[in-house]
């Protein structure tokens, strides 16, 4: 059974940081590609971070870019975002993703962890 637990959210201040987790388990983490997207209310979801197996490419959304890391421990089954500089645009509901089991059709989410940036 295929596991996405999100934690680390919460409230900060504009310009503060956060850091994110997600423990994936059930199925082999250290082969497959990991991505962080989030949901603003009412907004679409949308692609933040990705990371693929080895951590040895990532890519960010522009509106990200040199704000936030993702990383990755493969010894711990666990895929981070490091979120810095925040601004009140990135309040949103943080969920982090794995490409396994894609090509059968499925896509599995975690639930969630809520960032609200707010004076």
């Known amino acids: 059974q295929v596991k996405l637990v999100e934690s680390g959210g919460g409230l900060v201040q504009p310009g503060g940081s956060l850091s994110l987790s997600c423990a994936a388990s059930?199925?082999?983490?250290?082969?497959?590609?990991m991505s962080w997207y989030r949901q603003a209310p009412g907004k679409e979801r949308e692609l933040v971070a990705v990371i693929t197996s080895n951590g040895g490419l990532r890519n960010y959304a522009d509106s990200v870019k040199g704000r936030f890391t993702i990383s990755r421990d493969n010894a711990k089954n666990t895929v981070y975002l490091q979120m810095n500089s925040l601004k009140p645009e990135d309040t949103a509901v943080y969920y982090c993703n794995t490409n396994y089991g894609r090509s059968r059709g499925y896509d599995y989410w975690g639930q969630g962890t809520q960032v609200t940036v707010s004076s």
């Open positions: 059930g199925f082999l983490f250290s082969v497959y590609t």
